[in-house]
């Protein structure tokens, strides 16, 4: 008996022991400090190529390691480069950061720090620095508000404050209609053509972006031809419309769907719109509507059926505004901020999911049925409809068809004078111009 008790003891010691081990706070060691002192410390932009970091040091015993450390646009995540170094107590580093095959957009700006191991495990911190990833093509101006910033480099400040102005006023309705607060400031960078925008974006974007609206960085990137307030009430509201919805929802979980994203940005912009419910009408009629889940996520690449589809969002976002409210819109949207999915935000709001809501809509439009591949529509024309020629081309189906006779004239072209190789790149697109109407000119724009 006494031997038993002896063991019961020593085993409850034990657990004890264990126990305390268990909850003893775990204290991680503190590495020594290396002291060093640091020479020159910069980082130096080569649009669009990327930036070099360099750095000078001398320590009092031998470095055999470096580490770069950089965020982007203060996130919390740190991105970690370890270039090589020459062991020693004193030695120049430098690291040029592709941002070509890393793209960053233009705008943003990157905080850094380097640190520096000794041979015995001691490290030495620089301070942090911050530099804006700018594109120096250009000499740019700047005004402000307390929650947005505009970058401008055409010269033209009255063209600049309207920027402003229209952004400010989009912040304030979305503010309002949604009962939100922009918590960062939103920086605005204008560019005054195609040609220039084209050059901040990354390798084999869509043709047909005219905006974008990089919400983690708070950038927002357009081409804003100077005086072509138009263009500045169609692309502002709606790129200010996705900055602001994803500072009210933002989580590690979830965003909302692209059909809800970019119908609510349609409906906050000025024109550019007005065709789009007889275009929604015309697919319905023909039994080719994209389904609503089919639209959670990604737009097609082509000009025609992005077209549709972002009609379809819009038709979407004012059906729901119809059917339950202004209000039952602003807690669908809300919801995301817990990061549900997208049947748990539509039924917490709307009272029916995805696809209820996918039936309810497209029965509104006098829906039969699927009948052929979605987006596939063909274009009706009258005499008193006054349906625009663009507006036939944003189905894509004329421009497909005139891709085929092009093709054919080339084959019989080529066969006639019997060359055994043709090269010529015979890609046809569209493109949206200053007036918001379809022309036959290079990539057709639009904004996501």
Do not use: C
């Not at 996130?75 to 170094?85: A, F, G, R, W």
């Not at 990157?110 to 990833?133: F, N, S, V």
């Not at 006098?366 to 005499?383: E, L, N, Q």
């Amino acid at each position: 008996m006494k031997r038993l008790r002896l063991t019961l003891a020593a085993i409850a010691l034990l657990l004890t022991a264990m126990l305390h081990a268990e909850l003893a706070p775990v204290q991680a060691a503190v590495p020594a400090e290396l002291k060093a002192s640091f020479g020159t410390q910069t980082a130096t932009p080569s649009y669009p190529s990327g930036i070099t970091f360099n750095l000078a040091y001398t320590a009092e015993e031998t470095v055999d390691r470096a580490e770069l450390f950089y965020s982007i646009a203060g996130n919390e995540t740190l991105n970690l480069i370890t270039p090589s170094v020459q062991p020693g107590p004193e030695g120049e580093i430098s690291y040029p950061l592709d941002l070509q095959t890393y793209y960053l957009p233009p705008g943003v700006e990157i905080t850094y720090y380097w640190r520096l191991t000794g041979k015995d495990g001691a490290q030495a911190e620089t301070a942090p620095a911050t530099i804006t990833w700018l594109d120096t093509r250009f000499n740019w101006q700047t005004s402000r508000t307390d929650k947005i910033i505009v970058s401008t480099y055409d010269g033209d400040a009255g063209f600049a404050q309207k920027i402003l102005d229209t952004a400010q006023q989009a912040a304030d309705q979305i503010e309002s209609d949604l009962n939100v607060q922009i918590t960062q400031p939103i920086h605005i960078w204008a560019y005054s053509s195609t040609k220039d925008f084209s050059g901040t974006q990354a390798p084999n974007s869509e043709s047909w972006i005219a905006g974008v609206a990089y919400q983690p960085f708070r950038l927002i990137l357009a081409v804003l031809p100077t005086g072509d307030t138009n263009e500045v009430g169609r692309v502002i509201p709606h790129e200010m419309s996705h900055q602001i919805v994803y500072q009210a929802i933002k989580n590690p979980y979830s965003g909302l769907p692209t059909w809800l994203d970019e119908g609510l940005a349609v409906v906050y912009q000025h024109g550019g719109k007005d065709q789009y419910p007889e275009l929604v009408q015309t697919a319905a009629d023909q039994g080719l509507l994209y389904s609503v889940r089919s639209l959670n996520s990604g737009f097609p690449y082509d000009g025609g059926g992005a077209t549709l589809a972002y009609a379809e969002s819009y038709s979407i976002v004012t059906f729901i505004q119809k059917q339950w409210g202004e209000q039952a819109l602003a807690n669908m949207i809300l919801a995301y901020k817990n990061g549900v999915t997208n049947d748990e935000a539509a039924m917490s709001a709307l009272g029916v999911d995805i696809d209820g809501l996918d039936k309810m809509w497209k029965d509104s439009l006098g829906y039969k049925g699927d009948k052929g591949p979605a987006g596939t529509i063909v274009p009706v024309r009258d005499s008193g409809s006054g349906t625009s020629w663009g507006e036939l081309l944003a189905s894509g189906v004329l421009i497909w068809a005139f891709i085929a006779l092009a093709g054919m004239f080339l084959v019989i072209r080529a066969w006639s004078r019997r060359k055994p190789e043709h090269d010529e790149d015979d890609d046809i697109d569209i493109t949206w111009n200053g007036n918001h109407q379809f022309t036959s000119t290079r990539a057709f724009t639009t904004l996501r």
